[in-house]
């Protein structure tokens, strides 16, 4: 390994290094908010509703509802961190110091994507120990359900790169976190089945990326699946990849980051 590779390397693992640390440092903001948000909806929809619903697909409402709930918590504060962080750099002025140093575009990438992946996961993680003992029927294979929400949180970490390098307001930042983020859960078949929708709400339901990998995690879960389960994963997988490269593309060519 060359003194530049060396270099490259502490680089990207102090900038991620910075990344996580802030999350763990302001966690009242970055886990607690989306724990409690998981869990009330679980409360709502799981207790309230639960109490008529009873069953769906064969499953207690509330343990149809938890894989969803992770998905939305992954989905929300991955994209959210590293849409910030990278907004807030460029904001702030300090991107110029990054993209003058010797990372390479995807180096810089992986460090600001770190603290999105890691804030997603931890924030699940979280909200899977309150919600899981209760809510939980068992069946599925669990690692196949952490395969799901990693991916979920590589991705959406990745759009929310995008997200950062576009927006040059805060306007606009929570136009995408509004307008694409929250429909794309909400239609996600976290809260109902899709095929027990009539349409145009099936077909709608089944072009939403995020439903693949709710259905994903709830047959990881669960066992219960509408969609296979591998074809759902390479789909997420390659939109996963897509988008970091088209935000190391981005960051590459400096669009919206220099002056």
Same mark, same amino acid.
């Given at each position: 390994?060359?003194?530049?590779?060396?270099?490259?390397?502490?680089?990207?693992?102090?900038?991620?290094?910075?990344?996580?640390?802030?999350?763990?440092?302001?966690?009242?903001?970055?886990?607690?908010?989306?724990?409690?948000?998981?869990?009330?909806?679980?409360?709502?929809?799981?207790?309230?509703?639960?109490?008529?619903?009873?069953?769906?697909?064969?499953?207690?409402?509330?343990?149809?509802?938890?894989?969803?709930?992770?998905?939305?918590?992954?989905?929300?504060?991955?994209?959210?961190?590293?849409?910030?962080?990278?907004?807030?750099?460029?904001?702030?002025?300090?991107?110029?110091?990054?993209?003058?140093?010797?990372?390479?575009?995807?180096?810089?990438?992986?460090?600001?994507?770190?603290?999105?992946?890691?804030?997603?996961?931890?924030?699940?993680?979280?909200?899977?120990?309150?919600?899981?003992?209760?809510?939980?029927?068992?069946?599925?294979?669990?690692?196949?359900?952490?395969?799901?929400?990693?991916?979920?949180?590589?991705?959406?970490?990745?759009?929310?790169?995008?997200?950062?390098?576009?927006?040059?307001?805060?306007?606009?930042?929570?136009?995408?976190?509004?307008?694409?983020?929250?429909?794309?859960?909400?239609?996600?078949?976290?809260?109902? %089945?899709?095929?027990?929708?009539?349409?145009?709400?099936?077909?709608?339901?089944?072009?939403?990326?995020?439903?693949?990998?709710?259905?994903?995690?709830?047959?990881?879960?669960?066992?219960?699946?509408?969609?296979?389960?591998?074809? %759902?994963?390479?789909?997420?997988?390659?939109?996963?990849?897509?988008?970091?490269?088209?935000?190391?593309?981005?960051?590459?060519?400096?669009?919206?980051?220099?002056?």
């Amino acid at each position: 390994m060359s003194e530049l590779q060396r270099l490259q390397l502490r680089g990207t693992a102090a900038l991620a290094g910075r990344e996580v640390r802030r999350v763990f440092a302001l966690w009242t903001q970055t886990i607690l908010p989306p724990f409690v948000t998981a869990l009330l909806f679980l409360a709502v929809f799981g207790g309230a509703l639960g109490s008529r619903i009873r069953e769906l697909e064969g499953l207690d409402y509330a343990s149809f509802l938890v894989p969803g709930l992770l998905v939305m918590t992954v989905v929300g504060q991955a994209f959210g961190n590293s849409s910030t962080s990278l907004f807030q750099a460029k904001n702030e002025g300090y991107i110029e110091d990054l993209l003058t140093s010797p990372l390479a575009p995807w180096q810089l990438a992986l460090g600001y994507l770190a603290g999105g992946f890691v804030r997603g996961l931890v924030a699940a993680a979280a909200v899977a120990a309150v919600a899981l003992p209760v809510a939980w029927e068992g069946g599925g294979n669990v690692g196949l359900a952490v395969l799901a929400l990693v991916i979920c949180a590589l991705g959406f970490a990745a759009l929310g790169l995008i997200t950062g390098v576009w927006s040059e307001s805060f306007d606009q930042h929570s136009f995408v976190a509004s307008i694409v983020i929250t429909p794309l859960a909400l239609l996600g078949g976290v809260f109902y %089945s899709a095929d027990a929708l009539d349409e145009p709400w099936a077909t709608l339901t089944r072009i939403d990326p995020l439903y693949y990998l709710v259905d994903a995690t709830r047959g990881g879960l669960t066992g219960f699946h509408e969609s296979p389960i591998w074809i %759902s994963l390479l789909v997420a997988a390659g939109i996963a990849v897509a988008a970091f490269a088209a935000a190391t593309a981005l960051v590459r060519s400096g669009w919206r980051l220099k002056p």
